[in-house]
């Protein structure tokens, strides 16, 4: 791809028809956020679970179900968002792309808004070695 050439200039060969909905890249970054609030729901309980509650007994009551609950969310929501991103990366690698950098080499990486190709098909990992 040439330098300056991107967004709606771009021919149509350096541009992929995208799937609708949300693409791979967007999911995986929904569930990096929500995971990582309930992450944060988590520690702070688990906080007051430890430090709050002495000598007070009520507060641990409402620390302790708190961070059972977050630590149920983290992990259904890293499960069933793993699975979101998965099944949806299956399908653009079916259409002939991919919008994560790090998956598939084999396919083209394309920006997920547009469509243009930011990197083409490659046989191998070529990494950051010339």
Do not use: W
């Not at 084999?106 to 098909?121: F, I, K, N, Q, Y």
């Amino acid at each position: 791809m040439l330098a300056g050439t991107h967004g709606p200039n771009l021919p149509a060969s350096d541009r992929v028809s995208l799937l609708p909905g949300l693409s791979a890249l967007r999911l995986h970054r929904q569930q990096n956020a929500i995971a990582g609030a309930a992450l944060l729901v988590m520690l702070v309980s688990g906080i007051l679970g430890l430090v709050g509650t002495q000598g007070n007994t009520v507060l641990l009551y409402i620390a302790l179900p708190f961070f059972g609950l977050s630590v149920v969310v983290v992990k259904c929501v890293s499960l069933y968002g793993s699975l979101r991103v998965d099944r949806r990366a299956v399908l653009e690698a079916e259409a002939g792309y991919n919008t994560i950098s790090h998956l598939r080499y084999e396919l083209p990486l394309v920006d997920d808004r547009t469509g243009c190709v930011l990197r083409g098909a490659s046989k191998t990992y070529r990494g950051d070695h010339p």
